[in-house]
Each structure stands twice: as C-alpha cells, then as structure tokens.
C-alpha cells in the first residue's frame, strides 16, 4: 500500500504541475460537477483516454468541480479515495479488483452534497477462458472438471443439446459441473456476467475415431477388449474399451491394438486429409485409465500411416490418473515428426498400431479409449 501512495503522490505532482494555473481558480468553484473524460496516468501518455479499464488500474478522472468527490464507484465497487489525490480538475484512483455482481457499466460519483454524477466507462474483465477437461468424456450424473481462467460466479455451463449442468464447485482456474441428461458430443459453452466462451473441444468427441474398440477391428489385440466391466473394474465412458493388465518385462513387445487398413476397414479411414496435409492444426487425443501407474517402459504410437513402421511417437512415463479416466492431448505435428517416412493423403486408409516396448518392468494395469485426431480450433 505505502508503494501504491508513493506511486501515487508521484502521479498527482505531474498533474499539479500541469494544471496549477486552473486548479487556483477554479479550486474554490461552486459550479454543478462535470467529467469530461478519463486518461492514463503516465505523463508521456497523457493523450490516451480511456472508455474503460482492467481490474486494478491506476486512472485519472479529468473535468471540473471534482474537489468535493467523497465517493467513487464502479459499477457496485467501491474505489479507495485519498483526499490528496482530489483536486478541482482530477481524481486519481484505481479501479477495484472485486467482480462487480451488478454490471451497469457506469462510472459513479457521489459529492458532499449528495449529488451524482454519472459517466460511461466499462471495467474490464476477461470473459471465461476455457482451455481443457480432465477428461472429455464423462457419464450422466458423474462430474466433469474444466480448466481454464475468469470463472466468475454466476455463470452457467452449457452442453451441446442445450442443456445446463449443475455447477458443483467454482473455481478461478477450475470448474466442476454434473454432466446432465440430454448432453450431446459437441463444444461446451461458459457464460458469465462478463461474456461467453465456447471451447475448441469436444465433449463426448466422436470425430475421427481410429482406435476405440467400437467395434472391435485390427490385428492386435481382442482379448484386452473390456465389454462389459466387473464390479471395481473402470467404468466404460464411450463404449468397449482397451485394458492391458499384464506384467510387462523390460524391453518385450506388446502389441495391444491397431493393424493395417485392410484390418480396420470402418477405423482406418477417419484420419481427415486436412490432418495429413497440415498435421500443425491437429492433437491426437485418447482417454486413459491407469488403475496402476504407468512408470515404466514406453506406451509408442503410430496413427496415419500409409504402411508399416517402427518408428513412432514415445508417449514417455511416468502418468498415473489414480484409477480415473483422464485425456491425454498430443500435438500432430510432434507425432508425425517422429515417422521416418512422413504420411501422404490415403483414400484407402491408414495403417495405425498401439504398442508398448521400453526398458524396465511394468506391472501394467492400463486402460486405453477413443484414440482420435481432432482439430485443435473448433470452426
């Protein structure tokens, strides 16, 4: 606080010094209030005028008859006023942190004798920022978890389908919402008092699907294919999954799923030919469950290729979920640039393989779904 005064004081000389000469004859003015307008602080800038501010920052308000302000407000924020920094022509203040619960976008001045003085002027603050999901997929009445930024209460998750879920608990960087009946694959869409955001994701994404066990397709490797799912063995969130639980010894081949296009006729060809021509503007996203940690060996990944190739993304340990469903988001371009051979657009189809191969023991309890190449900007 001491910092901000001096900061203060500092700012309110510049303008002492430059409107000394109507200061003195206008400081003993009886006339009605009047704004004029609202700059920056800096001297260099004093040209700079502002029609709204972020959270936190130092302005000026500039007119005549200010010198008896006692109150300043924006929207239903209270500013902390310093009586030093009120003269006849300015006020310096800083606009409050707090979230306004009541948006007039309206800049509040209250005098000693009760009068108001209204001005437009907009606090700016961030509409939701919506990054990603713990995981994309999420079963009616479980929770789903958002990350991201700005999430200010009240505020409303909506799904594709039009349906709202029950927010569970809200966080600035986190948001815990009930996925209700009725939500469809599709963007999810924040919405506060201050904007609305619809994310580049998908929930439920059922775009491009190359491995997902739905149906079963491929070479490798049938009898992990989950169907139906026990008592305490994870839930399906989209259909079969892949359940690999098995130790593995260090550096043994194991080949859970994929094969060529030939094997894989409704899978294969769902790589989309944008992905191959610009594989910049793609993730490769799937679903994971660890029930134990991946912390050893190595999880290698082949996706759009037109043959057979052992050279392929390392998808490294260590990762463990703790027995929940989460979405692991890679860049296309990384993937890609661990090919030997780069792909080429196939109407025929692509050759895809899910293996795991590296150094030392793992006790593997892994479960794998949705393996999918998806656009990172929603269009």
Same mark, same amino acid.
């Given at each position: 606080?001491?910092?901000?005064?001096?900061?203060?004081?500092?700012?309110?000389?510049?303008?002492?010094?430059?409107?000394?000469?109507? /200061?003195?004859?206008?400081?003993?003015?009886?006339?009605?209030?009047?704004?004029?307008?609202?700059?920056?602080?800096? #001297?260099?800038?004093?040209?700079?005028?502002? @029609?709204?501010?972020?959270?936190?920052?130092?302005?000026?308000?500039?007119?005549?008859?200010?010198?008896?302000?006692?109150?300043?407000?924006?929207?239903?924020?209270?500013?902390?006023?310093?009586?030093?920094?009120?003269?006849?022509?300015?006020?310096?203040?800083?606009?409050?942190?707090?979230?306004?619960?009541?948006?007039?976008?309206?800049?509040?001045?209250?005098?000693?004798?009760?009068?108001?003085?209204?001005?437009?002027?907009?606090?700016?603050?961030?509409?939701?920022?919506?990054?990603?999901?713990?995981?994309?997929?999420?079963?009616?009445? &479980?929770?789903?978890?958002?990350?991201?930024?700005?999430?200010?209460?009240?505020?409303?998750?909506?799904?594709?389908?039009? !349906?709202?879920?029950?927010?569970?608990?809200?966080?600035?960087?986190?948001?815990?919402?009930?996925?209700?009946?009725?939500?469809?694959?599709?963007?999810?869409?924040?919405?506060?008092?201050?904007?609305?955001?619809?994310?580049?994701?998908?929930? $439920? &994404?059922?775009?491009?699907?190359?491995?997902?066990?739905?149906?079963?397709?491929?070479?490798?490797?049938?009898?992990?294919? @989950?169907?139906?799912?026990?008592?305490?063995?994870?839930?399906?969130?989209?259909?079969?999954?892949? $359940?690999?639980?098995?130790?593995?010894?260090?550096?043994?081949?194991?080949?859970?799923?994929?094969?060529?296009?030939?094997?894989?006729?409704?899978?294969?060809?769902?790589?989309?030919?944008?992905?191959?021509?610009?594989?910049?503007?793609?993730?490769?996203?799937?679903? !994971?469950?660890?029930?134990? #940690?991946?912390?050893? /060996?190595?999880?290698?990944?082949?996706?759009?290729?037109?043959?057979? &190739?052992?050279?392929?993304?390392?998808?490294?340990?260590?990762?463990?979920?703790?027995?929940?469903?989460?979405?692991?988001?890679?860049?296309?371009?990384?993937?890609?640039?661990?090919?030997? @051979?780069?792909?080429?657009?196939?109407?025929?189809?692509?050759?895809?393989?899910?293996?795991?191969?590296?150094?030392?023991?793992?006790?593997? &309890?892994?479960?794998?779904?949705?393996?999918?190449?998806?656009?990172?900007?929603?269009?």
């Amino acid at each position: 606080m001491k910092t901000i005064n001096k900061y203060l004081l500092i700012l309110l000389t510049g303008f002492v010094v430059m409107s000394a000469y109507t /200061s003195c004859k206008k400081d003993d003015s009886t006339g009605i209030p009047e704004v004029k307008y609202v700059r920056v602080t800096r #001297p260099e800038s004093s040209d700079s005028l502002l @029609v709204g501010a972020g959270q936190g920052r130092l302005i000026a308000i500039v007119g005549e008859n200010l010198q008896n302000a006692v109150e300043v407000w924006f929207n239903d924020q209270k500013a902390n006023l310093t009586s030093t920094y009120i003269t006849n022509t300015t006020i310096l203040v800083v606009v409050p942190t707090p979230i306004p619960k009541d948006v007039t976008n309206k800049l509040k001045i209250i005098f000693k004798d009760g009068y108001v003085l209204l001005h437009d002027f907009v606090v700016q603050i961030s509409e939701p920022y919506v990054a990603s999901m713990v995981s994309e997929f999420v079963n009616e009445g &479980d929770i789903a978890t958002i990350r991201g930024d700005f999430f200010y209460e009240p505020l409303t998750v909506t799904f594709t389908g039009g !349906v709202k879920g029950e927010l569970v608990s809200v966080k600035d960087q986190l948001l815990q919402v009930r996925v209700p009946a009725g939500a469809q694959p599709g963007p999810i869409t924040v919405k506060t008092n201050f904007g609305e955001t619809k994310s580049n994701f998908w929930f $439920r &994404d059922d775009r491009n699907h190359f491995i997902d066990s739905d149906p079963y397709e491929g070479w490798w490797n049938s009898s992990y294919v @989950v169907t139906n799912p026990g008592q305490g063995d994870p839930p399906k969130i989209s259909g079969n999954y892949i $359940r690999y639980k098995k130790f593995t010894g260090a550096w043994s081949w194991n080949e859970l799923a994929g094969g060529p296009a030939t094997a894989m006729p409704v899978h294969s060809k769902n790589i989309p030919d944008a992905a191959i021509l610009k594989p910049s503007d793609y993730y490769l996203k799937f679903e !994971v469950n660890t029930v134990k #940690p991946y912390n050893q /060996s190595i999880i290698r990944i082949n996706v759009a290729l037109n043959a057979e &190739d052992n050279n392929a993304y390392l998808w490294m340990p260590p990762f463990d979920t703790q027995g929940q469903w989460q979405t692991v988001t890679i860049p296309f371009e990384e993937v890609v640039a661990s090919y030997a @051979v780069k792909p080429s657009v196939s109407p025929a189809g692509y050759w895809s393989r899910l293996l795991i191969q590296g150094p030392g023991d793992l006790d593997a &309890d892994l479960c794998f779904d949705n393996f999918r190449v998806v656009p990172k900007v929603s269009k």
